[in-house]
């Protein structure tokens, strides 16, 4: 008789409840896995979840709270015009200007991450999209884009809106001199593409520094971001992660 395997499955709710439980379950803990990974910054960052009701509405970090402390009830509930709807703590600006339009703009978009990452932020400097250098990057291939501006703190929907517009139907936006946005159909896709696109800048700025990387060919490139690429492959890749932090930091439920 064959065994069982068992596998992750995504969820299903019959409920919004449910579902809205879950996403901000997600959202906690895709924050302590952005501490764990040293992508905090001061008060830079943030990763949104859109509401499952009020599909114009999102949860996000507080303004001014580390990552590594924020629990399930920390999470704020923000309209479309940038008010704190739940929670008694404030709205990061940028937050609002950038993840309002993003959502807007992609209503397939579930969750959007952003954060001031040491090597995203480093090669955003160089305004180029990221090379096919390892199997890891094809996750990217003809996937991202470059929004090839700077005009400071992003506080203006109108930047925001241009900033969707460089995402396009791609999974992330490499913001230049500032750092990488990522979304996903899922919070977890959203934050695993962050932590994944980290380590990708970084290995590409590691091969450019020892020598002259040689990239996979587009053909194999292509054939690899199918498989590496997917939504349910971000999904899936998540959820390692998810089992560690949770059961390491299970006072982000609270
Ligand atoms: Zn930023």
Redesign the pocket.
């Known amino acids: 008789m064959a065994n069982e395997l068992k596998m992750p499955t995504l969820p299903s709710f019959d409920n919004v409840e449910d579902e809205r439980r879950h996403r901000k379950e997600r959202l906690a803990a895709g924050f302590r896995l952005f501490s764990k990974f040293s992508f905090d910054e001061g008060v830079?960052?943030h990763i949104t979840a859109r509401d499952p009701e009020l599909l114009d509405h999102f949860w996000v970090n507080p303004f001014g709270m580390h990552f590594s402390h924020i629990r399930v009830s920390d999470l704020i509930l923000v309209n479309d015009h940038g008010e704190v709807v739940q929670g008694d703590r404030a709205v990061n600006q940028?937050a609002f200007a950038?993840h309002s339009q993003v959502h807007a703009a992609r209503p397939d978009v579930i969750a959007a991450a952003?954060?001031?990452s040491t090597y995203g932020k480093t090669w955003s400097s160089l305004r180029r999209p990221l090379g096919a250098l390892t199997q890891d990057a094809c996750a990217f291939y003809g996937d991202h884009a470059v929004f090839e501006d700077y005009t400071g703190?992003?506080l203006d929907t109108e930047e925001g809106k241009r900033i969707a517009h460089a995402l396009g139907d791609n999974k992330a936006v490499i913001?230049s001199n500032?750092?990488n946005l990522t979304v996903g159909h899922s919070v977890d896709e959203a934050v695993w593409w962050f932590i994944t696109m980290e380590r990708t800048c970084q290995a590409q700025l590691m091969a450019e520094a020892a020598g002259t990387p040689v990239e996979i060919d587009p053909e194999m490139a292509g054939l690899t971001q199918s498989q590496v690429g997917s939504h349910i492959a971000g999904w899936f890749s998540f959820q390692p992660l998810w089992d560690r932090i949770t059961r390491e930091q299970p006072d982000l439920f609270e």
Do not use: D
């Open positions: 830079a960052g940028a950038i952003h954060a001031h703190v992003v913001l500032h750092g």
